[in-house]
């Protein structure tokens, strides 16, 4: 199962009909030309079941890129696991791959959250406000730190639950409010769990800075119908 750019012609075609084309590049993250082909594949989730338990992070090894990114990253872990169920950053299902969560937009924003936080105690640090003209200055960051806080738990909610429905994975504990429960109270493991169900690690490699976690030419194929790009054709290789 493959998929490659390739140019409709005009007037579109419709699913079934044959066209000739020219094969093109897949881009990457950067923008620079990456493979000729992403190649879905397989991860061998079982079904209606977690591949493992949620507190079974160490299955990989310790100092494996998921469970780094998770630790030190989650931001990014969250977005590779979003790319690989084709959603977007609102949650929401994708029409095309490059509308899919991308870790270069939580990458820049992260660092451009970093110079806000920089930027703003060296101004109260040199300021130096007391007692409640300190607590003031301050509200406007930790009120922007508790909204980013929420929408981030906010998407380990939806994630998992959209994962869930994928696999047709039960609620096991907590009915009705599980998946609040786990990414509020146990966010890490949650997010690697996620990472573990939706990647065979055992037999693809894991990488730190790549879209979905996997090498660059390889898509996770979901027990739903594929996703493809809105200019691209999927074709069968026999």
């Known amino acids: 199962d493959n998929i ?62 998921f469970n780094m990114n998770a630790v030190f990253c989650p931001h990014v872990a969250l977005a590779q696991v979003m790319a690989r169920v084709q959603t977007t950053n609102t949650g929401d299902p994708v029409v095309a791959l490059k509308s899919r969560t991308s870790i270069c937009t939580y990458v820049w924003f992260m660092l451009f959250l970093i110079i806000v936080h920089t930027t703003y105690f060296s101004y109260l640090f040199v300021a130096e406000p007391r007692g409640d003209a300190f607590l003031i200055a301050t509200m406007p960051l930790i009120g922007l730190d508790v909204l980013l806080l929420c929408y981030f738990i906010s998407m380990v909610i939806h994630t998992r639950r959209e ?45 730190c800075c790549t879209e979905t976690g996997l090498a660059s030419h390889i898509e996770v194929k979901l027990p739903s119908e594929f996703i493809v790009d809105d200019e691209s054709t999927r074709a069968d290789f026999v």
Not at 28 to 51: C, I, L, Q, V, Y
Not at 184 to 201: K, P, S
């Open 163 to 207: 994962l869930r429905t994928e696999y047709d994975i039960p609620e096991l504990r907590c009915r009705g409010c599980e998946d609040c429960c786990l990414s509020l109270f146990c966010t890490c493991c949650t997010i690697t769990q996620m990472g573990r169900h939706t990647a065979d690690y055992e037999v693809y490699r894991g990488y």
């Open 4 to 65: 490659f750019l390739a140019t409709v012609p005009k007037g579109g075609v419709t699913k079934g009909e044959v066209f000739a084309t020219r094969m093109g590049d897949i881009y990457d993250e950067t923008g620079n030309p990456a493979f000729r082909t992403r190649t879905f594949k397989d991860m061998d989730a079982p079904p209606s079941r977690w591949r493992d338990e949620i507190f079974d992070c160490f299955n990989l090894d310790l100092f494996h890129p």
